[in-house]
């Protein structure tokens, strides 16, 4: 009679605590594992999201007419300039943009930058090697349904005086503007693709300071943190509008409010979940900074975010 040994109690006792130990610490890890690569991923996705939010607005920021920077506390609402915009009530970032495209041409610029001051008159500007047909062209490519052309744009004098909040239309006062006394001057194509002449409906260029070097605008741009807190979780969404000229929109009311009434503005979504979006200015250096939520995680019992920042000389 063969006699086969089996486990003793006390083994299998020691055979199940181990087990336990095993299954126990092993589940933690695993559950340690997976959340860190959740985290890892979201943390990458939204590393992304807010760096290329930021990159969209430093770009456009990079051609800006830095005296035109104003901010809003909403659309419409009383701009202040850029460097007295303190505080986190501001949701309403604008600029006037200048037209870099144009500028860079194919073969040569299709505005030289350049104005001719013996070869003026209080009717016409002339810039010599500028292009307006060439210009025309590309200002209503980049309007999208050719609703803006050149006479649509201004010019700003490099080197003149300015108020950020007058001297562009930022107030809605083109009275002020048609009077030919701010730092913009709107203007129209000549039959002369060189010259600039006043633009419709505006004083001619009688008593302005004409500087021998001028930047072309052809739009301005606000970017703007919209519907915030609609869903209930401290977020909004981060807007961009171009395509409107504060030199020549405003309301019936004539206070400014291009974003709502400008009749060619167009807009674009830069990000979505954006729980901030702030903005300040030191001289003539700009820091922005943009932070997105996930809606996936939660860390240590709140909320999870990233930030990205950048600084725009």
Request: charged residues 20%.
């Amino acid at each position: 009679m063969k006699i086969r040994s089996a486990f003793t109690m006390i083994e299998l006792v020691f055979v199940i605590v181990i087990l336990g130990i095993i299954g126990k610490f092993g589940i933690e890890f695993l559950a340690q594992t997976y959340k860190s690569f959740l985290y890892t991923n979201v943390n990458h996705h939204l590393q992304s999201k807010s760096e290329i939010a930021v990159e969209i607005i430093a770009k456009r920021l990079e051609h800006r007419i830095k005296d035109s920077v104003i901010a809003r506390t909403s659309p419409g609402s009383t701009p202040v300039p850029i460097g007295s915009a303190s505080g986190e009530s501001y949701t309403v970032l604008e600029w006037v943009g200048v037209d870099n495209e144009g500028f860079r041409g194919t073969i040569l610029p299709y505005w030289s930058g350049i104005i001719d001051l013996n070869n003026c008159s209080a009717s016409v500007l002339t810039s010599p090697d500028t292009n307006t047909t060439a210009e025309n062209t590309l200002i209503k490519i980049f309007s999208e349904d050719n609703s803006t052309d050149i006479n649509d744009t201004a010019i700003y004098f490099v080197g003149s005086n300015s108020d950020a909040v007058t001297d562009y239309g930022w107030n809605g006062d083109i009275t002020y503007m048609n009077a030919q006394r701010g730092a913009m001057h709107p203007i129209n194509s000549n039959s002369n693709i060189s010259q600039f002449v006043p633009a419709s409906g505006t004083s001619d260029f009688s008593g302005v300071d004409v500087y021998e070097y001028y930047k072309l605008a052809r739009t301005a741009y606000a970017v703007v943190i919209e519907d915030y807190n609609n869903t209930g979780d401290n977020t909004g969404t981060l807007k961009l509008y171009y395509n409107y000229q504060p030199w020549k929109d405003k309301d019936s009311s004539g206070s400014s409010d291009q974003l709502n009434d400008a009749p060619n503005v167009k807009s674009a979504v830069i990000m979505d979940k954006v729980s901030t979006f702030r903005f300040m200015s030191i001289g003539s250096i700009m820091k922005i900074q943009v932070c997105v939520k996930s809606d996936v995680l939660q860390k240590d019992g709140g909320d999870y975010s990233l930030c990205k920042e950048k600084t725009i000389f």
